[in-house]
C-alpha cells in the first residue's frame, strides 16, 4: 500500500471527492498544503465548500479527470472497475488507495494506559455528554485535542466509586504531536484523579475491548480495631 509522507506533500485525486467522509478527508490535506482534485457527479454545498479552499474539483467523472500531475488516487468502494477515471489511473499506473486505508494513515489509532480513583465518578461508560463518567472527561478532552468527535473505546467497565490501575483505552484521531507530548496534553487537562500513564500508537485494527486478554479484580477488605481514616476510599471496612 502507497504510504503518505506528510511531511511532504503531494498532488491527490478523490474519486467520488462529494461524499461526506471523502470531502473531508480532502478538507484534512487541505489544510496540511496537500495539492488536492477531485471529481463527482453534481455540485453540492460540500464540494463549493472545498472550492473555496482550493480543491479543483471536476463533474461529471471523466477519464480526462487524471491528469498527468497527479501523484496518488484515492477511491471508495462505490467506485466500479469500469469508472472511466478508475480506468484511466490504471492504465497510468499511478498509485490508488481505499479511503479507508487513507483514513488509516491520516488517523492514527492511539493506545493508552489509565489509573483513576472512581470515589466521585458514575463509573467508566458515559452515557452522554458532560456527565461525572471516567470516559466522557476523557472524550472532553481528547476531543478538545482533536477538534472533531472522538470515540474513547475502553477494554473494560467499572461501576460507580470503583478505582483502576491499568485500564486500557484507544480512540482514533489526527493529533500533531508524539504519544509522550500527547500523554502530558492530556495529564494536563484531565482532573487530579484521572492519570494517563502511557500513551502509544497501536495497529488501526487494535481494539481495547477485543483484545483485551484478561482482567484482574482485587477486592481489599479492613478488619480493625479502629476505622481506616486515610484508607477508607480503597478499602471495605468490615467491622471492629
Known amino acids: 500500500m502507497y504510504q503518505i509522507n506528510f511531511n511532504q506533500p503531494i498532488h491527490i485525486h478523490f474519486m467520488g ?4 467522509s471523502m470531502s473531508g478527508l480532502a478538507q484534512i490535506l487541505l489544510e496540511a498544503g496537500f495539492t488536492v482534485s477531485g471529481s463527482d457527479s453534481k455540485k453540492s454545498p460540500l464540494t463549493e465548500q472545498l472550492t473555496h479552499m482550493g480543491a479543483s474539483i471536476k463533474y461529471p467523472q471523466m477519464a480526462s479527470n487524471i491528469t498527468k500531475d497527479i501523484d496518488l488516487v484515492v477511491y471508495t468502494a462505490a467506485i466500479s472497475g469500469d469508472n472511466p477515471e478508475f480506468v484511466e489511473a490504471k492504465n497510468q499506473n499511478l498509485p490508488m488507495i481505499t479511503r479507508a486505508e487513507l483514513l488509516g494513515q491520516i488517523m492514527k489509532n492511539y493506545k493508552m494506559l489509565i489509573e483513576y480513583d472512581g470515589t466521585r465518578y458514575k463509573g467508566w461508560e458515559s452515557h452522554k455528554a458532560g456527565d461525572m463518567t471516567i470516559q466522557g472527561k476523557l472524550v472532553n478532552v481528547i476531543e478538545h485535542l482533536a477538534g472533531a468527535p472522538v470515540e474513547v473505546i475502553g477494554c473494560g467497565r467499572t461501576d460507580a466509586g470503583v478505582h483502576a490501575k491499568g485500564m486500557v483505552a484507544n480512540a482514533k484521531l489526527d493529533a500533531n504531536m508524539t504519544p509522550e507530548e500527547m500523554k502530558c496534553y492530556l ?16 495497529s488501526e485494527r487494535f481494539h481495547s475491548r477485543y483484545n483485551a486478554v484478561g482482567k484482574t479484580y482485587c477486592y481489599t477488605c479492613y478488619i480493625g480495631s479502629t476505622k ?5 476510599k480503597y478499602v471495605d471496612f468490615l467491622g471492629y
Open 17 to 20: 471527492i462529494g461524499g461526506i
Open 187 to 202: 495529564n494536563h487537562y484531565l482532573p487530579e484523579d484521572i492519570a494517563v500513564l502511557e500513551v502509544g500508537v497501536a
Open 228 to 232: 481506616p481514616v486515610f484508607d477508607r
